[in-house]
């Protein structure tokens, strides 16, 4: 299906196509009083004050009698389980978002097709399982820990409500392969930067075999990550070009 991302169309969401209008509109603005008097300070002082009111993002639940015979270990060396198991869920959270971004992802090549240096659907199918068993290792160290893996603990809310954004790009129908991968892109760069943080609290609080298993799915990121990059550099290289040259661009 033919759909390129940069296209050139019948655009009139910039002020430029509509001169007359546009000027009428500037004028209009410039004219206009301002809907409240003072300067955004108001709204600062709103912030905060609803800011000191809230009660925050919810709670760690508190672990089994296993987890909590580690949790005293852990204080007894400085440490607070609490912040790990946090971060356990708020990884698992975004792992198995990680499947359904992929499964789209793999929608959306059915529809628009591939291009020279793009993605195949054996690369895209292994990145999802891949996901998958990254999903399947959190779950099993919370549990290890004697934790809850359907929890939703607050950093695994937060990070719920900042990348909501990327699988709902993802699905929008009027988004080829090309752009989806940018989103993936997104969800990449995350998924590689947490579980950096996640072997350093793994090996602070001497989970020394946690955080290898937590290296070694940082080994595969870190190979999603490349190939998503080349994936999006090959495709928007192939767009820009013209003739014959641009034969096997991206739909």
């Known amino acids: 299906m033919e759909r390129k991302a940069s296209e050139m169309g019948m655009n009139r969401t910039g002020i430029s196509v509509h001169p007359v209008h546009g ?26 004050s609803f800011a000191r009111e809230a009660s925050g993002l919810g709670t760690v639940p508190p672990p089994n009698l296993k987890g ?66 990254h999903f399947a290792l959190v779950k099993r160290t919370i549990e290890k820990l004697g934790g809850d893996p359907t929890a939703v603990t607050p950093a695994a809310n937060l990070q719920a409500n900042l990348s909501e954004g990327v699988p709902k790009m993802l699905v929008d129908p009027r988004v080829n392969l090309l752009q989806s991968l ?3 892109l997104t969800a990449e760069l995350v998924d590689n930067a947490s579980w950096e943080l996640l072997i350093e609290l793994a090996r602070e609080l001497g989970h020394t075999e946690i955080a290898e298993d ?8 870190q190979e999603h990550l490349a190939l998503v990059r080349a994936w999006i550099a090959a495709g928007t290289k192939l767009e820009a070009r013209v003739g014959e040259e641009a034969a096997g661009a991206p739909a």
């Open 23 to 48: 000027k009428k509109a500037i004028e209009g603005a410039e004219k206009a009083a301002p809907s409240s008097p003072g300067d955004a300070s108001a709204i600062a002082k709103e912030r905060q």
């Open 68 to 133: 909590m015979a580690k949790a005293a270990m852990d204080l007894l060396k400085g440490g607070r389980s609490t912040v790990l198991m946090d971060k356990l869920g708020q990884r698992a959270g975004f792992e198995r978002t990680g499947v359904r971004i992929y499964e789209a992802a793999l929608s959306k090549l059915d529809v628009f097709g591939t291009w020279e240096g793009g993605p195949s659907r054996e690369q895209l199918e292994k990145i999802r399982l891949d996901e998958l068993s």
């Open 182 to 184: 940018e989103g993936l």
């Open 214 to 221: 937590f290296q070694r799915a940082l080994d595969v990121e």
